[in-house]
């Protein structure tokens, strides 16, 4: 298959090539479903140019991905020579995930399967987060949850809970009691649940969750090295390196709240602009409570003149950080979602590429400024993905350093 630049879709991205040696078989099959994960199918031929492997090893590949449920194939589709191509394509049911959000503002809980699809979901609104609501929430909906769906606890083997690094901090920024936030600081979330949540839990941090989901269920193939904003409650992120979530050593690369924007009125963090607390304050002053985002997610039109008034306060800080990032490394884009309408996220997107133009950007590389794709259930889809990333995606980076 070409595409409009004439290049097979194996040729557009990937770095790592296979080995034919047996004991790398492990190795290999990762690399397959994740060239699988990343094309949406791939037929043998396909496979076998962009791994480098030889046709055998790909048959035997693709029989053992098959036999374990992981692929199903496709139609077969007939070139212009030779025999009916069949692609293969991932299994929805290969496995399923139960995913869950504890945000600033709302929890979230999610069954997911192995492509990213959500099967049941439900969500609670808080003013603020505390580990007795969190409980309570997850004793109320998790058998709901089931039960909306076709599926049981058996049917899925872990968990994983995307929620802020260091929950308690910011209190005061988001109106919330700073005792009650402090007892997250001594909180043991894996005790404290294991009797409603029989399985395997991974927690992750929620910007770096939301940027596990655009590399696992969105389309960034064609991209090595980027970086990932996430405009929630207080703006996150993540960073990618080598096409694969670069996590740091405590788990929050990416964490771009603190970082500094000097010039806008407002306060010097990304922070104090960039984030949805902001446009909350901004329309109490017209009687809207504090969960009217959430509640008008799909329209913030009723929120004008505060809501243009903020994207420009957003965008602007999000280029003056943009501009800092690429200072320190390389980016060739820049990715911007949220938990926010669809037309809001691109009036950011735009904002930010019009700034850019703008912008004395010599001695860097203006990157591409595009938007994400997995918008409002990004961090708890995100959960998910940190799962599947861990089993069966491969880490360049820990390649890297190996």
């Keep these: 298959m070409k595409s409009s630049k004439g290049e097979t879709k194996t040729e557009r991205y990937h770095n790592l090539k296979g080995t034919n040696q047996v004991d790398m078989g492990s190795f290999n ?95 609670e609104l808080q003013n603020y987060p505390t580990p007795s609501n969190f409980i309570a929430f997850l004793e109320e909906n998790l058998d709901e949850l089931f039960a909306a769906s076709h599926l049981s606890k ?28 402090a007892a997250w600081k001594m909180f043991d979330l894996h005790n404290a649940i294991r009797d409603i949540a029989p399985w395997k839990i991974l927690i992750e941090n929620d910007g770096t969750a939301a940027c596990r989901a655009e590399t696992v269920f969105g389309n960034h193939r064609n991209k090595q090295d980027w970086i990932y904003f996430y405009i929630g409650t207080f703006i996150g992120g993540g960073i990618v390196l080598n096409g694969s979530v670069f996590t740091g050593r405590r788990g929050n690369a ?110 860097i590389v203006k990157p591409a400024i595009e938007e994400g794709q997995v918008g409002r259930l990004g961090r708890t889809l995100g959960a998910a993905a940190a799962l599947i990333s861990e089993e069966y995606m491969l880490d360049q980076n820990n390649l890297l350093r190996a």
């Design 254 to 363: 990416g964490g771009f709240g603190p970082m500094r924007v000097p010039g806008i009125e407002g306060g010097n963090r990304l922070l104090d602009h960039a984030s949805l607390v902001v446009l909350e304050r901004m329309i109490s002053n017209d009687g809207f409570g504090l969960h009217a985002l959430k509640q008008h997610i799909s329209d913030w039109s009723c929120f004008e003149p505060h809501l243009s008034n903020w994207v420009k306060r957003c965008s602007d800080a999000l280029s003056k950080a943009i501009v800092s990032s690429l200072s320190v490394l390389d980016f060739e884009a820049v990715v911007i979602d949220g938990a926010m309408p669809e037309e809001v996220r691109l009036q950011i997107v735009q904002q930010v590429e019009t700034n850019l133009k703008k912008t004395d950007m010599q001695g």
């Design 29 to 123: 099959e990762l690399l397959v479903l994740q060239l699988i994960r990343e094309h949406g199918e791939l037929s043998k031929v396909e496979a076998t140019h962009a791994t480098g492997l030889s046709a055998n090893a790909i048959s035997t590949i693709f029989r053992s991905l098959e036999n374990n449920g992981l692929i199903l194939k496709g139609e077969p589709t007939r070139g212009k020579v030779g025999q009916p191509s069949t692609p293969l394509r991932l299994n929805p049911d290969a496995n399923y995930y139960v995913a869950m959000n504890i945000g600033r503002r709302s929890f979230e809980l999610c069954l997911i399967d192995f492509v990213g699809n959500v099967i049941a979901h439900k969500e």
């Design 154 to 181: 058996g049917d899925v083997s872990h968990m994983a809970i995307a929620m802020p690094f260091e929950l308690w901090s910011w209190a005061y920024d988001f109106g919330a009691p700073k005792d009650e936030l």
